[in-house]
């Protein structure tokens, strides 16, 4: 059963306060790594249930461990990773 999507409509213009891609270039370089709760945040997700579901069957996104045990993701291979797979859609 696919999940419904929930979409807002507004009354203004959203590419007002879209941010250009000069300037998203700026801002990915000072965070190239963030954690799998930070992911999370970042797509406006309750918990990073579904990464770590996710990475324990060999899907999703590629990750990185530091001496820790730590995760983290490469945000700008999640972000080409999702262009990817937006222009294999098509």
Avoid at 25 to 46: C, D, G, N, P, W
């Amino acid at each position: 059963m696919k999940k419904k999507i929930k979409i807002t409509k507004t009354n203004i213009d959203l590419k007002d306060f879209q941010i250009d891609d000069e300037a998203l270039r700026e801002l990915m370089k000072s965070f190239t790594f963030v954690s799998s709760k930070q992911l999370a945040k970042i797509f406006t997700k309750k918990n990073d249930n579904s990464f770590r579901a996710a990475r324990s069957n060999k899907h999703g996104f590629d990750y990185y461990k530091d001496k820790n045990d730590n995760i983290f993701y490469n945000f700008p291979e999640v972000l080409n990773a999702m262009e990817h797979i937006k222009n294999d859609d098509r």
